[in-house]
């Protein structure tokens, strides 16, 4: 998932959130009388006469318009669900091309052999990366669990130092972005052997 999916779906959670969280507090304050002077008002079904009356009156037009809302509420929700799917990866990268030949690099190996090359570093626990954007502009995107009782600027120093200049000299280029998500986790306890 890509940084602008993300913000997309904190805000649509955040908006359903906030009105999810507004009826639910309208409803508790009707029940618990507050928009009636007496507490039977507040007793009073919902869908009373008003409300029938409401969909008597516009009918049938309030069903189309209630239709509408439904198969567009339908295909918001099946695009979310499609875009969390999505990975930009590509199959293979064209690194070079020329009239004796073509040099393309599979992105899996490639995204493979970074998060091997990441996973050299002692202080790194677990490492996967994924290579995206276009052929043209190839991004890196790496999640990695590292030590946290290792030193930050060997974890740094590592990605500046070997894992991204590797990456670099195999694409043949001098500047790819990469995006790097670290989370820290105990190192697992060393096994003991009893004899």
């Known amino acids: ?31 618990l009388g507050a928009f009636s002077q007496n507490f039977a008002a507040a007793r009073t079904p919902i869908v009373d006469g008003n409300v029938r009356d409401f969909f008597a009156r516009t009918s049938p037009w309030i069903w189309w318009a209630l239709a509408l809302l439904s198969i567009v509420v339908a295909l918001l929700a099946l695009r979310w669900l499609l875009v969390q799917g999505r990975r930009e990866t590509h199959g293979s990268l064209r690194l070079e091309s020329a009239p004796t030949g073509v040099t393309e690099v599979s992105a899996g190996g490639m995204a493979n052999a970074v998060a091997a090359d990441v996973e050299s570093s002692p202080a790194v ?17 790496l999640r990695l669990v590292a030590d946290e009782s290792a030193p930050m600027s060997e974890l740094s120093g590592h990605l500046s130092g070997v894992a991204l200049p590797h990456m670099r000299d195999a694409l043949d280029r001098d500047h790819v972005p990469a995006v790097a998500r670290v989370s820290l986790e105990p190192s697992p306890a060393p096994h003991r052997v009893v004899r």
Do not use: C, F, Q, Y
């Open 1 to 31: 998932m890509n940084r602008k999916t993300g913000r997309g779906n904190r805000w649509g959670l955040a908006l359903v959130g906030l009105a999810l969280t507004i009826l639910g507090g309208v409803a508790l304050a009707r029940g």
């Open 125 to 141: 626990l677990s490492a996967d990366a994924d290579l995206v954007g276009g052929r043209g502009h190839p991004e890196v995107r």
